[in-house]
């Protein structure tokens, strides 16, 4: 016999563990950067139109298919689908896309926490010394991360659903925003912050082209942890009494606030260090900047407010990150968690070994692709160039599945479970959602432009990533 299956105590633990997966290294960095490049205050309002109109009714089906069947994604997809074909498949892609998006995101996670271990040590010149990131990656140093962001995800997950995700994101949440709040307030007290601020702002329409839009959208639908099947997870501990469609709500605004707020730190801290930068040459990649570029930001700020104050501002920075980056891990590595469990009907505690376990070894894998196992370097050869296991991982899960799952929960949930179904399973906990216009919205969306949008979206991303 299967223990039953937990459920969060509070409408707030969920949200907070659900703001935890959505609120990533994406919102710190990747997101204010996209926007100062594409338009400012232009691209702001694009995304947000996204969020609302686009990922919130993807998410209230997820949450509110999980809710419904009381299962992580297989099972969910099955159960619904009685074991078609194409649902099989979905509801496969479904546990396999988080399994290995963990593996990619594992591997960032694990460099944060090196990069915060050095600042806390005060090494921060060395962070910024020149070509520091390219030798730390092929250093084996990060086998003894590794084990430390292991140790620390599996204590929050053996603890569960309360005890664990619930409570752990109940503290780090609210830690997480303080630290954002501090370091906004410091960084805009910089000489020549509001340059950034205005770069970061002032709406520019005439940058909106196609790309900008794909863009946009992609960004939206990855900061809301949509189509990793984590939602279908989460929403499968929502307690029947429960409001999905107000939590949805909050989620979205929560994970869109912090991207925000965050670009009021990101930016004026990079004009206030370098007050020429032409916003164009910022690195698209968040990795890129959060290694190789934040830690001069910060060393170059202790020629003003000297090295401790610096460094306490780069050891905050990284400690904001790596919160950002646990809470998003342990999201992403309940899923097939708790497939496993429900598939095999086996203990927490041994589903963690084997998913965790696999996991990590993988992230090894994944993580002596830059040089070090020369064989995993070179892995394959696509677009005219050799990709390493990150390179395809990425490529293949985190730019590619992700919008396809989308497209198949939308065409699932309308076509399959059918959209009244959907409702009536939102009006738990909101009485008044199926006569609100949103509901209306969320019924006809569902199953017209949405999975088209997203549809080309995968098109397009096949179309640029493989040929
Ligand atoms: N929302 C996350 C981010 O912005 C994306 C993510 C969630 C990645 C969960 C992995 C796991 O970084």
Redesign the pocket.
């Known amino acids: 016999m299967s223990a039953p299956r937990e459920h969060f105590s509070s409408k707030i633990g969920f949200i907070l563990a659900a703001a935890g ?7 710190l960095v ?2 204010p950067v996209a926007a100062t490049k594409n338009g400012g205050g232009a691209f702001l309002i694009l995304y947000a139109l996204f969020v609302a109109f686009i990922c919130l009714p993807v998410m209230l089906a997820e949450m509110g298919l999980g809710r419904k069947t009381q299962h992580s994604p297989y099972s969910a997809y099955n159960e619904i689908g009685e074991g078609k074909g194409i649902w099989r498949l979905a509801g496969w892609l479904a546990t396999i896309t ?1 399994f290995m ?2 593996v ?2 594992m591997v960032i996670t694990v460099w944060i926490f090196g990069y915060l271990y050095q600042s806390v040590l005060g090494n921060l010149d060395l962070l910024a010394s020149e070509g520091y990131f390219g030798k730390f990656v092929n250093s084996y140093h990060f086998v003894g991360y590794l084990i430390a962001v292991t140790i620390i995800v599996n204590v929050i997950l053996i603890g569960g659903v309360r005890k664990g995700i619930e409570r752990a994101s109940k503290i780090l949440m609210p830690t997480l925003f303080l630290m954002l709040i501090l370091l906004v307030i410091f960084v805009l007290t910089l000489d020549n912050a509001m340059a950034g601020v205005k770069f970061y702002l002032i709406p520019d329409f005439s940058q909106i082209n196609g790309s900008v839009i794909n863009g946009a959208l992609a960004q939206a639908f ?4 949509l189509g ?1 099947g ?1 939602l279908i997870t989460y929403g499968s501990y929502f307690r029947r009494k429960d409001d999905i469609v107000t939590s949805g709500k909050l989620v979205a605004v929560t ?1 869109t606030a912090v ?1 925000f707020i965050a670009g009021l730190m990101t930016l004026p801290a990079i004009f206030a260090i370098y007050p020429n930068t032409d916003p164009e040459t910022l690195s698209d990649s ?1 990795v890129s900047m959060i290694f190789s570029f934040f830690p001069n930001i910060f060393l170059a700020l202790s020629n003003s407010v000297g090295y401790v104050a610096a460094s306490i501002a780069a050891t905050i920075f990284f400690l904001l990150a790596f919160v ?2 646990i809470t ?2 342990v ?2 590595i309940e899923v097939p968690t708790s497939s496993f469990m429900e598939q095999r009907n086996v203990s927490r505690k041994k589903a963690l070994l084997l998913m965790g376990g696999a996991i990590t070894i993988l992230t090894l894998i994944a993580a002596t692709s830059f040089g070090m196992v020369p064989w995993f370097t070179t892995f394959v050869f696509y677009a005219d160039v050799d990709k390493s296991v990150f390179d395809v991982i990425y490529d293949v899960f ?1 730019d590619t599945i992700l919008p396809l799952n989308g497209l198949l929960i939308c065409l699932f949930v309308r076509y399959r479970w059918k959209r009244t179904q959907l409702t009536a399973e939102l009006a738990e906990g909101n009485e008044a959602y199926p006569t609100s216009w949103l509901a209306k919205y969320v019924s006809f969306s569902i199953g017209t432009f949405i999975p088209v949008i997203l549809a080309i979206v995968f098109a397009n991303t096949v179309l640029t990533k493989f040929f």
Do not use: E, Q, R, T
């Open positions: 997966s959505a609120v990533g290294i994406g919102n990747g997101f988080p998006i963990a990619f995101y990855f900061s809301l942890s990793m984590i994970d991207a968040s950002a980056a998003s891990l999201s992403i985190y």
